[in-house]
């Protein structure tokens, strides 16, 4: 037991193909899966297009702040560290914290949407839901409870299924399209059918549909900056990181921009099938209905495993990095210490024993308070872009930092390009989505309390934390001079 009371090291055990798997399985999910419908649908196939390939380039820039900052400073905390460092330590603690809460959130909620799908098979509905639900986490404890690189592993092959299923779809699509599979010719005529290829009347009405796609891209995207978090256990963060950061751009391209154009050229956004597809409805899955069109029977069972592994992921990943970032604040003194503990094997035990039993916790109160569990859920909504927010500041200001100490850029080993004009571009579309995720409540005349306080909850949580730490701790923002450039890691 002294060796678990004392050791506070997590282990560098993930290889360079787990940090490239990892970041490639970040940003596939039911986003891309359920979701890219709703957004054609919304604003149209070329609205959807034009929305996802802004928020990709906002996701690309922050990505690359991320990989300046990680291949510098390689540590579980990554962006509530980077934060603590850089700009205010009050900032570090309500990032922190704040993103520890929304994971923990999320894979509450995953292990409840996992049981939902797998009853879609009837031979699976012997046991009740929650019952599922408890096994799925279980399964998701035990493996954060192996070693790093067993949650390395598990994430290279549960990526792999996504992203073969991407490839699969693109080329059924293609030869769809052609009339090579499913019948005639299509082309280019799904995409003007109606008022396509955008919604919206006017200029400033086809901005507002996109905006409201831009929240659907945003969060279809979250979970790239698990890269940062990963850094702290990688074998190689010099060389892992900026492979796996330099890809982002390229699996946005095929994984997100073409499913999107294949979708909108074979789905007339005009199609009801489009409209209303959750993860209970597999059948109403762009995938789906594409693959169908294709005449490949059992499209719907196949893309129903691919969304049950895709579920288990977020799950995984959410309680790994939940963990790992408890870990890292309280080796930064803005947790208790004993989070700081790890077993034989790097795992932060203390830490993730706490996770779990909050886990359960917030899932038995889904089961018992629906309208508690919708604002536990609304508090997490805005977690994303808000540590997103922070990643953009605190690149800006290690950078200054960087160069009003004297430092040679050159030194660095991976440089995020087009330096300010990227943190800056991708802090103003953060601050647009944030402001703007809810048009049709921002554009109605008379206020919907319950709705305005749902949709933007996730402020007030995050302030709570800043003002907290700020009142009890009177921090200041770190002069440039004064700020800590060492490169001390976990």
Known sequence: MSDIQHNTQVQRRLKTRHLSMIAIGGCIGTGLFMASGTAISSAGPGGALLAYAAIGLMVYFLMTSLGEM???????????????????????????????????????????????????????????????????????????TLSVRAYGESEYWFALIKVVTVIVFLGVGVLTIFGILGGEYVGLSNMVVGDAPFLGEGISG????????FLIAGFSFQGTELIGITAGES????????????????????????????????IPYTSPELLGADVDEVAKSPFTLVFERAG?????????????????????????????????????????????????SGVPVFSLLATAVVVLAVFFLQLFSDKAYEYILAASGLTGFIAWLGIAVSHYRFRRAYLAQGKDLNHLVYRAKWF????????????????????????????DWDRLIITYMGLPVFFGFYFYHKLRYKTHKVPLQKVDLSQDVD
């Open 420 to 447: 300010p004009f990227g943190p800056l571009l991708a802090l103003a579309l953060c601050v647009l989505v944030i402001i703007g995720q809810d048009t049709e409540l921002v554009l109605k005349g008379s206020l």
């Open 70 to 144: 990680a291949t510098y400073l390689p540590t579980s905390g990554s962006f509530s560290t980077y934060a603590t460092r850089f700009v205010d330590p009050s900032l570090g603690f309500a990032l922190g914290w704040n993103y520890w809460f929304n994971w923990v959130i999320t894979v509450a909620a995953d292990v409840v949407i996992a049981a939902v799908v797998i009853t879609y098979w009837e031979p699976m509905r012997f046991m009740e839901p929650w019952a599922w639900s408890l096994v799925f986490f279980a399964i998701i404890f035990m493996l954060n």
């Open 296 to 344: 490949l029977a059992f499209a719907a069972a196949v893309m129903n495993a691919v969304i049950l592994t895709s579920i288990l992921s977020a799950g995984n990943s959410g309680m790994y990095a939940s963990t790992r970032m408890l870990y890292a604040m309280a080796k930064d003194g803005l947790a208790y210490k004993a989070f700081a503990r790890t077993s034989i």
């Open 206 to 213: 086809q901005f507002l549909t996109m905006l409201g796609v």
């Open 235 to 266: 074998e190689n963060p010099q060389e892992s990181i900026p492979k796996a950061v330099n890809q982002v751009f390229w699996r946005i391209l095929i994984f997100y921009i073409l499913a999107i154009l294949v979708i909108g050229l074979l």
